[in-house]
Each structure stands twice: as C-alpha cells, then as structure tokens.
C-alpha cells in the first residue's frame, strides 16, 4: 500500500533533467506538495470506503457532534466506514449520547468505548433525555447498548482490519492514544499497542496544538491549546513516539473558519435534526446568541480534509515536513525535517470560504 503521505516519485529521463527538476521541487517544496491532491489521499482507488476510527471529547464543546454527522454522511456518500468511537472521558452521558447518534444514523450497532479522563457533557444528556410529541424518547439509547473501555476496544478494532488501512481521527486529548501505544498484547492480538498502530494505522488526523508555519498564524504561536494542555505528557508521547504519520489541524485552522448560522435555522432535518438540537443545548449553555452563534469549526477540519482529498478541490495546502512536539506548557513546536512525519494543515483567505460552504452542503444533508 502506498504511504499517503509522499508524494509520486519523479520519473527517470536522463540525469541532468532529473536534477534540475530536483532542485526545483526543494525551492518550491511547500507550494509544490501541496498542489498535489495525492499527498493526504488515504484511499487505493477513489471507490474505497476508508475505515475510520473517532477518538473524541464529544461532551465538552459541540464541534465533535458535527464531525461526527460528517463522518456518518460521507459513509453513507461511501467515503468511509466508522468501524467505532472512543471517547476520552469518563462521563457515560458521552458515550450514551454517542450511541443514540450513531443509531439516530441507522448505524446503531457501530462499537463505543469509553476513556478515563475528565468528566463533561451536560448538553449531550440533555439531547439523550429529549421527548418527541408523543412523549417517546426522540434519540433512543439502542437497547442492550453498552460501553467498551476505550484501550480494548481499539486494540480489537485495529487487529480486526487489513494492515496499513485505518485512519484514526483524534478530537480531543491525546490519552487514549497513548494509552494505545503502551498496551501489551492480550486476546485481540499478540502484538503491543505501539506494533500494532504501525501495522494497521495508516494514517491519524490530530485536531490539536497551534501552528505558525503559516505566516498569517503568527499570533497563535504561543497558544495553548485544549486538546493538548488537558494531558500534556500524554501529546508529548503521542508527538514523539507516534510510529506512523501524524497530520495536525491546528487551532487556528477552525478558529478562522465558522460554522453558518442560517444553515443550523433552516437546513437541519431528519436525521440532522440531532445536531440541531444538540447545537440549541449547548449554545444554551456556553453563550449568549443561541442559534446566531458562529462557533469554529475544529473537529470538522481534521475530518473533511482526510477524506475529501481530490485535486480540484482546494480545501487546503500542506506544511513541509517536520517533528513536532510540545513544551510543558502545552506550547506547540514545529521544527522542519525532510524526513519528518508530521505536518500540518495550512488554509487560505480563499481556501477558508470554500471549506465553510462545504461544511454547510455536508453536515446538513438530510
């Protein structure tokens, strides 16, 4: 299977145009890799339905619940397949409320599992507990539903799947995945967490940490992002020991791109409904503008840009490659390396406009 990450390699003519064109691709490096619409393609030929895997904190702000409706309606556009959601708290609210999702999606028997950290949620047991006209439970738990502790489950996810194939989106903190990485062999598989990702993980979409490669970023250099100052050791090891390729959705990628208000108004129907109702809960909660609210769009980058890669397009460009890690503080560093395997998502003025008309045509499909 082909690295998703690197682009195709040039073909041999003869030796001295094989080094200009070389010494053209170094100049040009960022411009260049990033017109390409193969270097983030996690697909073998465009008709496969890439399996995913969404790792989330889903109770605390509401741009996971809208990721997560684009993940189901880009499986039912046969995009992907979510083969199971962990969550990284504690709180069964979350976890209830992601069953009901799924179900409310006709996929109620996708597997959940449930982390150990932080508890939240509240708007999320608020849409659980919600009433139909009739009285009956408008987002129903499905019956016998039960949670899975989120380490297990993932190790049995990733045995069960054809090697280099899944692609891991992370929307929250980075326990789970670390976590992952220091687990021992058990019944789902001989191998420890760490040989397993490498085996099976073809790729993880990271929203996290904050970048300035982009120039027009530069203010977010020093920002702390949730993501990453909620388990700081856990990014660290997660940057640093993280065997296969790492792509980051930065803060300020969907700190600068919003999600369309009269969109939520109007358009959300059927199944959408759920995140229309759930976006009401929380803006309840967490603002003063209810529906007039244009909250980032975070979670949504890391999963739109992995599985809408085509060329033609033009959702977004790519950093160089490099290392990146985080200081103690939770302060993001990325530091270029050709033979690095993390990069970050770089989005435009132009590019901004086009991925936020997107997620309105996407998130509100009936």
Same mark, same amino acid.
């Given at each position: 299977? @082909?690295?998703?990450?690197? *682009?195709?390699?040039?073909?041999?003519? %003869?030796? &001295?145009?094989?080094?200009? +064109?070389?010494? /053209?691709?170094?100049?040009?490096?960022?411009?260049?890799?990033?017109?390409?619409?193969?270097?983030?393609?996690?697909?073998?030929?465009?008709?496969?339905?890439?399996?995913?895997?969404?790792?989330?904190?889903?109770?605390?702000?509401?741009?996971?619940?809208?990721?997560?409706?684009?993940?189901?309606?880009?499986?039912?556009?046969?995009?992907?397949?979510?083969?199971?959601?962990?969550?990284?708290?504690?709180?069964?609210?979350?976890?209830?409320?992601?069953?009901?999702?799924?179900?409310?999606?006709?996929?109620?028997?996708?597997?959940?599992?449930?982390?150990?950290?932080?508890?939240?949620?509240?708007?999320?047991?608020?849409?659980?507990?919600? @009433?139909?006209?009739?009285? *009956?439970?408008?987002?129903?738990?499905? %019956?016998? &539903?039960?949670?899975?502790? +989120?380490?297990? /489950?993932?190790?049995?996810?990733?045995?069960?799947?054809?090697?280099?194939?899944?692609?891991?989106?992370?929307?929250?903190?980075?326990?789970?995945?670390?976590?992952?990485?220091?687990?021992?062999?058990?019944?789902?598989?001989?191998?420890?967490?760490?040989?397993?990702?490498?085996?099976?993980?073809?790729?993880?979409?990271?929203?996290?940490?904050?970048?300035?490669?982009?120039?027009?970023?530069?203010?977010?250099?020093?920002?702390?992002?949730?993501?990453?100052?909620?388990?700081?050791?856990?990014?660290?090891?997660?940057?640093?020991?993280?065997?296969?390729?790492?792509?980051?959705?930065?803060?300020?990628?969907?700190?600068?791109?919003?999600?369309?208000?009269?969109?939520?108004?109007?358009?959300?129907?059927?199944?959408?409904?759920?995140?229309?109702?759930?976006?009401?809960?929380?803006?309840?909660?967490?603002?003063?503008?209810?529906?007039?609210?244009?909250?980032?769009?975070?979670?949504?980058?890391?999963?739109?840009?992995?599985?809408?890669?085509?060329?033609?397009?033009?959702?977004?460009?790519?950093?160089?490659?490099?290392?990146?890690?985080?200081?103690?503080?939770?302060?993001?560093?990325?530091?270029?390396?050709?033979?690095?395997?993390?990069?970050?998502?770089?989005?435009?003025?132009?590019?901004?406009?086009?991925?936020?008309?997107?997620?309105?045509?996407?998130?509100?499909?009936?």
């Amino acid at each position: 299977m @082909k690295n998703p990450l690197h *682009a195709r390699s040039l073909m041999k003519s %003869d030796l &001295f145009f094989v080094v200009f +064109a070389t010494s /053209l691709v170094f100049i040009f490096c960022g411009a260049l890799r990033a017109a390409e619409g193969e270097l983030l393609d996690v697909r073998d030929s465009a008709a496969d339905a890439i399996p995913v895997i969404l790792d989330t904190d889903i109770g605390g702000d509401i741009d996971d619940s809208f990721a997560l409706a684009l993940l189901h309606n880009f499986e039912s556009r046969g995009v992907c397949k979510l083969i199971g959601v962990t969550t990284t708290d504690v709180n069964p609210s979350d976890v209830d409320y992601v069953a009901a999702f799924n179900a409310n999606f006709g996929r109620p028997e996708i597997p959940v599992g449930i982390g150990a950290g932080r508890k939240d949620g509240s708007y999320l047991l608020r849409v659980t507990l919600q @009433k139909d006209a009739q009285g *009956a439970l408008e987002y129903p738990i499905p %019956d016998g &539903f039960k949670a899975r502790e +989120a380490v297990p /489950l993932l190790r049995e996810l990733l045995a069960a799947a054809e090697d280099r194939s899944v692609v891991i989106v992370l929307l929250g903190p980075c326990s789970n995945l670390a976590a992952l990485l220091d687990s021992s062999a058990d019944a789902a598989s001989p191998l420890t967490g760490r040989e397993l990702v490498e085996k099976k993980v073809r790729l993880l979409s990271m929203m996290g940490g904050a970048f300035a490669v982009d120039k027009t970023a530069e203010n977010y250099a020093t920002h702390r992002e949730w993501n990453i100052v909620c388990d700081i050791p856990s990014a660290q090891k997660l940057a640093r020991e993280w065997p296969g390729e790492i792509v980051f959705s930065g803060y300020e990628v969907g700190d600068r791109i919003r999600i369309n208000p009269v969109n939520l108004k109007r358009d959300y129907s059927r199944r959408a409904k759920i995140i229309h109702d759930a976006f009401g809960y929380w803006a309840a909660e967490n603002t003063d503008e209810g529906f007039d609210h244009q909250r980032p769009t975070w979670g949504l980058t890391s999963v739109l840009f992995v599985l809408r890669p085509e060329e033609g397009r033009d959702y977004y460009t790519l950093s160089e490659p490099g290392d990146v890690d985080f200081d103690d503080d939770g302060i993001t560093r990325f530091t270029p390396n050709p033979e690095g395997k993390r990069r970050c998502f770089l989005v435009d003025e132009v590019q901004r406009a086009r991925v936020g008309e997107a997620f309105v045509n996407l998130c509100s499909e009936p």
